[in-house]
């Protein structure tokens, strides 16, 4: 983390002991840090160093209608994503490549920065930074059914915190 401040000049957004957001602009963050000790304690030094590296990189779209929209398009393509969460932040769906690189596209739910960094640095995000995942199919049907699509947006409790999905949370294969 301390690189990342030192070389960006980024200021932390949100560090717990599992996870650290970083900013350098006027972003909410450009960078997540997840301590793999924490995440995964009972891996070896081994497994852990398989694991470190870039684990995705995220593009944020205009609004959730467009996110909603790719998915769509993208699942009659037969591309599904392997997570979809709402991060309290941000709206995401991560989706894989063939070789397994992650790729998230996200929807602020916040009007402005500022607004979002108020809510990283609040009760309910240093409670769940992960967020709680939700059934893309599920909100298409409800747009489908007219549903206010801000109300979807709208941060969700920490009543059941995702668990975080991914590479980075699986068992590294063994070589
Ligand atoms: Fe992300």
Redesign the pocket.
Known sequence: MGWYQRVFDAEVQHADPALAFLSYDDEHHRF?IANLDVLRPDDREREKKGLVGVD?V?YTLDSLEDLLDSYAELREKGIRPYWCVHHGITV?MYYKDPDGNQT?FQVDCFPSSDATVGYMKGPAFAENPVGVEYDPDDWLSRRKAGADLASLLMAKTAADASPIRGAMMETPASS
């Open positions: 997540a995705h995220a995401s998230e």
